[in-house]
């Protein structure tokens, strides 16, 4: 442990970067807030950095009524384990110690619930158990749309992303697109052709964000072009397409969902922890979506959702809205399984955390932790009082696609999905 406290302060002579929360899928970012950091003991060994993190998944994390880990057994497995890290660090590189640490933290962690979980450590190891186990199922939908080489970094290929461009040139018309270079926002509205169905896609939820911001004025177009057709006699029906959608902002929860209902809707309920005990729970709280106020009168036609595998966090949050309409249906497959929202650590006593602390910088007054795990605040459970977290939300029709059947010779995209929501709304 010395070694690295070394390493970190002989590297902070300059601008030092905290390793940073990294969610694989950009869903539902918030920053770790100050008010909640329960790793504030000085820790200087692997015992006391095991202790920390043990103490603060206790006392924060929200699933444990439904988790099947038992923590008091990792307490009893992994405490001599990292005790003997501390007496081998004579014996091997720092680096190979660091290695010995991730994997330890990796068995802790591996079959947790809840699939906002990701775990950052200083020595550059980031772990992120929902995401192991997608790439461990032959049938999740970013292992069959890989690369030849088995590459993780491209999931679809290069010349055609069959979720925007694919729809928005074979089956889109009267449409508007917008793409923001700097943040990769990606957003597209129009009628589907030869009908008065009515459809729109987005890249991540930072709807209200980037209309706000001005920064594109194609993307606030294409969003005002939704809203505008939302209220157009002629349309008969709506698709919303959030696959791939990893989530992002819970103010798009309004400002989207908001416009299709007159009345408050609720969608199911939410509690977060009351105290530090690892079972005080605050009530079920009704989940609530509310009218958005430019548009009191909603939307009454029938609606259909498309959301895959990669769909989570609010991407599953508004496949459920849609499906707590009237004339709802949900077309795709099985979600990604992130539902419990997160929101500012600073009002509950869950949620994201830092643990292991080596010390501050007095130059720059920068405090280092061992760890930082990015973890829900709430637990969210839909109107049928099931919780979908680390399962996925399931479609009312299910429609598997791979390669072969999207993308067709002469740059033709063929979508069996969508074509199936076609097929059920009116035209």
């Known amino acids: 442990m010395k070694k690295i406290i070394n390493n970190i302060y002989s590297k902070s002579k300059g601008l030092f970067l905290l390793v940073a929360f990294i969610l694989t899928l950009s869903s539902c970012h918030k920053e770790v807030s100050p008010t909640n950091q329960v790793g504030s003991t000085y820790t200087v060994n692997y015992s006391q950095v095991f202790e920390d993190f043990w103490n603060s998944m206790n006392k924060t994390y929200v699933f444990w009524s439904i988790e099947k880990t038992d923590w008091d057994k990792v307490h009893r497995d992994f405490a ?17 110690i660091a290695l010995k640490a991730a994997r330890l933290f990796k068995q802790i962690v591996d079959g947790l619930v809840d699939s906002h979980y990701s775990l950052s450590l200083i020595t550059g190891y980031g772990i992120n158990p929902s995401l192991d186990r997608k790439w461990e199922n032959p049938e999740f939908i970013g292992n069959l749309f890989m690369d030849k080489n088995g590459s993780i970094t491209q999931l679809y290929p290069d010349n055609i992303n069959y979720y925007n461009v694919g729809v928005d040139s074979m089956y889109l018309e009267d449409k508007v697109a917008g793409y923001d270079s700097l943040s990769g926002f990606y957003s597209v509205s129009g009628m589907i052709k030869n009908t008065n169905i009515l459809y729109f ?10 209309y706000q911001s001005g920064t594109n004025p194609n993307v606030k177009a294409s969003i005002d ?23 992002g902002e819970t103010s798009d929860l309004n400002f989207l969902l908001g416009r299709l209902v007159s009345k408050p809707l609720k969608i199911g309920y939410t509690k977060s922890k009351s105290g530090p005990g ?17 548009f009191p009168s909603g939307f009454n036609k029938p609606i259909a959702v498309l959301a895959d595998g990669l769909s989570a966090s609010m991407a599953e949050l508004t496949a459920m809205t849609v499906k707590a309409l009237p004339n709802s249906i949900f077309v795709g497959d099985t979600t990604w399984g992130a539902n419990g929202p997160l929101t500012q650590n600073s009002d509950f006593n869950a949620g994201s955390f830092s643990f292991g602390n080596l010390g501050t910088n007095v130059d720059y007054g920068i405090t280092y932790y061992y760890g930082s795990v990015y973890t829900s605040s709430c637990m969210f459970k839909y109107l049928d009082n099931k919780i979908y977290e680390g399962k996925g939300f399931p479609p009312d029709y299910v429609v598997k696609v791979t390669p072969d059947q999207i993308f067709l010779p002469d740059n033709v995209v063929d979508d069996p999905q969508l074509n199936k929501a076609i097929s059920l709304l009116p035209k």
């Open 80 to 96: 001599p384990a990292f005790k003997r890290l501390d007496d081998e660090v004579a014996l091997y590189s720092s680096d190979m």
């Open 201 to 210: 896609s987005f890249s991540t939820f930072s709807l209200l964000s980037q």
């Open 225 to 247: 072009n939704f809203f505008t057709k939302l209220t157009d006699p002629k349309v008969t029906s709506l698709i919303i397409d959030v696959r791939g959608n990893g989530g």
């Open 278 to 294: 690892r079972l005080d729970y605050t009530p079920w709280a009704d989940a609530i979506v509310k009218p958005w106020y430019a």
